[in-house]
Nanobody
Framework: QVQLVESGGGLVQAGGSLRLSCAASGRTFSSYAMGWFRQAPGKEREFVAGISWIISNTRYADFVKGRFTISRDNAKNTVYLQMNSLEPEDTAVYYC???????????????????WGQGTQVSVSS
């Protein structure tokens, strides 16, 4: 089991940037694929980005359009989401999640992630 705590959310103007962090507990963090999801009011939770446990293969939702970058630092037990060129449509609660199944490509399916953080609010003003 791994416990996850997100941070780095906040209020930013359109076109601005934020970097989210997700700190994980547990010695097996490096063996988890990690993902970022988001949920806006009244909408389903959706996949944003994922990174595999080995060789750090990354995967992104189409709406990211090269604006976001996911990365991980296994020595710090932390995964990051760098978000640039933010748009009001990016406003949501952002969650990180862990997938313990040793996938070499991160999955986009919410049900494949077994551990979730509490979320961090990102608000983008126009």
């Amino acid at each position: 089991q791994v416990q996850l705590v997100e941070s780095g959310g906040g209020l930013v103007q359109a076109g601005g940037s934020l970097r989210l962090s997700c700190a994980a507990s547990g010695r097996t963090f490096s063996s988890y694929a990690m993902g970022w999801f988001r949920q806006a009011p009244g909408k389903e939770r959706e996949f944003v980005a994922g990174i595999s446990w080995i060789i750090s293969n990354t995967r992104y939702a189409d709406f990211v359009k090269g604006r976001f970058t996911i990365s991980r630092d296994n020595a710090k037990n932390t995964v990051y989401l760098q978000m640039n060129s933010l748009e009001p449509e990016d406003t949501a609660v952002y969650y990180c999640a862990a997938d313990p199944t040793l996938r070499t490509i991160a999955t986009m399916r919410r049900e494949d992630y077994s551990n979730w953080g509490q979320g961090t609010q990102v608000s983008v003003s126009s």
